[in-house]
């Protein structure tokens, strides 16, 4: 069974401080992994990655993944209350479990002004 | 405006009934999904889709049922068997092959049981 899991499941911050999420996988026939960030309903996308070793990057926020040791960060520079949400991660499975997108449980970030 | 539309925003179930929860998309997407999420956690995997008239069960596909035939529409039927279904349930749809792999998300709908 695919299995996405994330640590840590919540986090508390004041604005400037800047944090690590942390997502580790095991699925078969691995396509991708996908971030995206929830603040009231629908989560909207922040990243994509497929290669190993290759930072993605958007402002404060970057994100890399390691395909050998299965598993990606999250970072978050100088955060803001703003930057308060749920981070999710996702993996995008290939072959016969083609098209299945499995989420871990999600890390609830907070961030005090 | 292309996009994901999912409807009612709020609906009430009472005990033994079935209820359908619809979710629309003219994104021209061949694929769409369905996830519940619960308070403070992340999406669970209901069903999917990836063509007209075919689906897979998810993780927790037990209490529910999905059809699919219209490319546009994936609704999604919540039956007296799935004995705590209050939850907020996510549909999102996405393109396939080559590398679009990104989910588009719809607004949800909060099930509460009366």
């Known amino acids: 069974e695919d299995k996405v899991v994330q640590s840590p499941l919540s986090l508390v911050v004041h604005e400037g401080d800047t944090v690590t999420l942390n997502c580790s996988y095991e699925?078969?026939?691995?396509?991708?992994l996908l971030w995206y960030k929830q603040e009231k309903k629908a989560p909207t996308f922040l990243f994509m990655l497929?290669?190993?070793?290759i930072e993605k990057k958007s402002g404060r926020l970057s994100s890399i993944l390691d395909k050998k040791e299965l598993f990606s960060i999250l970072n978050i520079t100088a955060t803001q209350t703003g930057d308060s949400a749920i981070y999710l991660c996702?993996?995008?499975?290939?072959?016969?479990?083609?098209?299945?997108?499995?989420f871990g449980q999600g890390t609830i970030l907070t961030v005090h002004p | 405006d292309g996009g994901i539309t999912q409807s009612p925003k709020y609906l009430f179930r009472k005990e033994g009934q079935n209820v359908t929860l619809s979710c629309e998309q003219n994104?021209?997407?061949?694929?769409m999904y369905w996830y519940r999420q619960d308070p403070g956690q992340g999406l669970r995997l209901i069903y999917y889709?990836?063509?007209?008239?075919?689906?897979q069960k998810g993780d927790i596909a037990e209490g529910y049922s999905v059809s699919r035939e219209k490319k546009e529409s994936f609704p999604l039927t919540v039956t007296s068997a799935q004995k705590n279904p209050t939850a907020f349930y996510l549909c999102?749809?996405?393109?396939?092959?080559?590398?679009?792999?990104?989910?588009?998300f719809g607004s949800g709908t909060q099930l509460s049981v009366l």
């Open positions: 999102a749809s996405r393109a396939t092959g080559g590398t679009n792999e990104k989910l588009f």
């Open positions: 699925v078969t026939n691995f396509r991708s």
């Open positions: 497929t290669s190993s070793g």
């Open positions: 996702a993996v995008n499975a290939g072959g016969t479990s083609y098209g299945k997108l499995t």
């Open positions: 994104l021209n997407h061949d694929a």
């Open positions: 889709s990836q063509i007209v008239n075919d689906f």
